[in-house]
């Protein structure tokens, strides 16, 4: 088995047994969509500084809900020694990190696409105005949160806090992304293309993304086998 069609195959078991049971998948909705909702009455969506703000708001948001769906990862794996017969089977543990990692995306993705019209409603911000750029934005930033999630998750799979300790691993890591990625939005849902004043953050962020994938790709045999 190659070593893309074995992540292929890991990443749809992930999501069919997600939509199975929808545990993170809805735990996250709900949760993305409480807080925004929070958030509109404790800024006012007319002032010029929460709209401002929202990009920022957004992510914090996403970045939260997120680790919904990344802590279950590869502690969907406990039950039945799964986890396991996984690292022993014949695949790369690449593969494995690769395949669970495209599983969050897509998971977490569709949890912030949901999430757009929503924050739209609710902080009255015109985001389909740069929309190509604005989903560029997402997939990048979205990428960076579920590969040092996913490589997390590994790692913290058979601590028994480890709902409390994903977070605390990976926000510090992200920060550098995380702030890319909400100067981007905030220039975005604005209504302002990429412009030579934030490209640089563009660059950023993708730098980080490949760094964060390499590093991943490079660790995850350590983390899963020890």
């Known amino acids: 088995m190659g070593f893309f069609h074995a992540a292929l195959v890991i990443m749809m078991k ?53 680790t919904l769906v990344l802590n279950r990862s590869f502690a969907r794996e406990l039950p039945n020694d799964c986890l396991d017969a996984l690292v022993a089977a014949p695949i790369s543990g690449a593969a494995l990190f690769l395949g669970k990692a495209l599983a969050n995306f897509v998971l977490v993705m569709a949890m912030e696409l949901v999430s757009l019209p929503v924050f739209g409603i609710f902080y009255n911000v015109h985001w389909a105005n740069q929309l190509g750029e604005l989903l560029m934005v997402l997939a990048l930033g979205t990428w960076a949160l579920t590969v040092i999630g996913t490589i997390f998750s590994a790692l913290t799979v058979n ?22 990625a909400m100067q981007l939005t905030m220039q975005l849902v604005s209504g302002n293309a990429i412009g030579p004043e934030t490209v640089t953050w563009l660059k950023m962020l993708i730098g980080f993304d490949v760094a964060y994938t390499a590093v991943s790709l490079f660790l995850v045999e350590t983390v899963l086998v020890g």
């Open 14 to 66: 992930d999501l069919r047994a997600e939509l199975r049971t929808k545990e993170a998948i809805n735990a996250s909705f709900a949760f993305a969509l409480v807080i925004l909702l929070l958030f509109s009455f404790a800024f006012d969506p007319e002032a010029d500084t929460t709209k401002a703000l929202s990009g920022g708001l957004l992510w914090i948001v996403f970045a939260f809900a997120g």
């Open 159 to 180: 601590i028994r806090l480890r709902e409390v300790m994903l977070p605390m691993l990976t926000y510090p890591i992200l920060v550098p992304a995380l702030m890319a």
